[in-house]
């Protein structure tokens, strides 16, 4: 490995630790920023691939232009402003890193670096929620947002422990490392990541026509220890999803309340939204739009992903996350039958997207930005593994016709 290498490693690697810790990761994106320019007018003008291209580029600048004109149409406010800002430069630093992830060995580290990061926030959760007795904040905020960061990133640990080793005892290091994780989530007590966890893994099953994620043997210590775990705290675990089943718990009705104060949010600006930004949104539901029946003030975003964005940006906006998502989500469906490396990494990206949209039923993760990094972070991951390891088999398959 030359020292350049060694040093686009290296900071590809801090990214992904300051992103999911939040220390100093506005450092990083400035050292991300200056590493893509030195890559790509000093060293090499690399040829993006068209799968990167169609699934990443082209859906996220329509998200953009969509977002932005949403704004231009609310008339610019300093508030919108600020949260495009923010958003675009998530965005743009997802497509340097799809630029810099070119090689499989950055794609090791960078999926490596994702699975430390999980193993870190895994240990201090289970030690913070045992030291408290109950739930917690997390590195990055409190247990709804480290249930939706562990939930994106165990994934990865399924496509390592196939394509990143070829050592038995790292293989299962990363079998550990998902267990743990696995007792993490349940320790947030996220309902909304626990549903997107349990409906991904059936829905999986079902289009695949077979356990595909994990062998019998493994998933059968899977299920073991996932018992264990039930057994041990069954008392709180029944009595979260009782709360959650239970519409007369004032939880579950309050979200309902949200849920309609949002719609009507939506029927009253349906083009561009009330305007982007958490303050606008808890201004509104306080002062204008919060039903009689409901108790909760306060509220910074209406607690569903859909309701999210055709609230804040109307169906404009709605429509850019809509081709935003569903771009990358319906190419790895399109690609992910057969055994050829890339249509596994098709199935691991599709139940990555499956469990978070369906925990998003529930919850608003991307009205938060240190979310959307992590989001985009482990998208441009699978895109970016999928695109090298498909290109490597269209070139083998080309020379065996030769």
């Given at each position: ?104 060995k950055r794609i090791i580290v960078f999926g490596s670096a994702n699975i430390i990061a999980l193993l870190i ?216 039958l057969g055994e050829e490396a890339f249509s596994v990494i098709a199935k691991y990206a599709f139940f990555f997207l499956l469990s978070f949209v369906i925990s998003q039923m529930v ?40």
């Amino acid at each position: 490995m030359t020292k350049r290498e060694l040093i686009v490693n290296i900071f590809l690697f801090l990214y992904i630790m300051s992103i999911n810790t939040l220390m100093l990761f506005r450092v990083m994106n400035i050292l991300i920023i200056c590493l893509f320019f030195y890559e790509y007018f000093v060293v090499n003008k690399l040829a993006i691939s068209q799968v990167i291209k169609r699934i990443y580029y082209l859906p996220t600048i329509i998200f953009m232009f969509l977002v932005t004109l949403t704004v231009v149409l609310n008339g610019c406010n300093s508030e919108d402003i600020s949260s495009l800002r923010r958003l675009i430069e998530c965005f743009v630093i997802g497509g340097m890193l799809c630029f810099l992830l070119s090689d499989k060995k950055r794609i090791i580290v960078f999926g490596s670096a994702n699975i430390i990061a999980l193993l870190i926030i895994a240990i201090q959760y289970i030690y913070a929620s045992m030291i408290n007795m109950g739930r917690v904040p997390g590195l990055i905020g409190g247990p709804n947002l480290v249930g939706v960061q562990i939930l994106m990133l165990m994934p990865i640990c399924l496509v390592a422990r196939r394509y990143f080793t070829n050592f038995k005892y790292l293989s299962i290091l990363n079998l550990g490392v998902f267990l743990l994780s696995g007792f993490a989530l349940l320790m947030t007590e996220s309902r909304g990541s626990w549903l997107g966890l349990g409906l991904a893994l059936i829905i999986a099953f079902l289009v695949n026509g077979r356990p595909y994620l994990l062998t019998v043997k493994r998933y059968s210590i899977i299920i073991m220890c996932a018992l264990i775990i039930i057994i041990g705290n069954s008392n709180y675990i029944i009595s979260r999803i009782n709360h959650t089943v239970n519409y007369t718990e004032n939880y579950t009705v309050e979200r309902i309340y949200i849920w309609q104060s949002s719609l009507n949010m939506f029927k009253d600006n349906v083009w561009s939204g009330i305007g982007i930004g958490g303050e606008r949104f808890r201004e509104l539901y306080d002062n204008q739009y919060m039903l009689s029946a409901a108790k909760e003030k306060h509220i910074p975003h209406p607690h569903n992903l859909l309701l999210f964005y055709l609230s804040e940006t109307g169906i404009l906006g709605f429509v850019g996350f809509f081709i935003f998502f569903m771009c990358p989500f319906l190419y790895f469906i399109k690609n992910m039958l057969g055994e050829e490396a890339f249509s596994v990494i098709a199935k691991y990206a599709f139940f990555f997207l499956l469990s978070f949209v369906i925990s998003q039923m529930v919850d608003s993760a991307f009205a938060f930005t240190k979310i959307l990094r992590i989001y985009l972070a482990v998208l441009v991951f699978f895109i970016s593994a999928f695109a090298l390891y498909k290109r490597d088999y269209v070139s083998v398959e080309a020379d065996k016709n030769v």
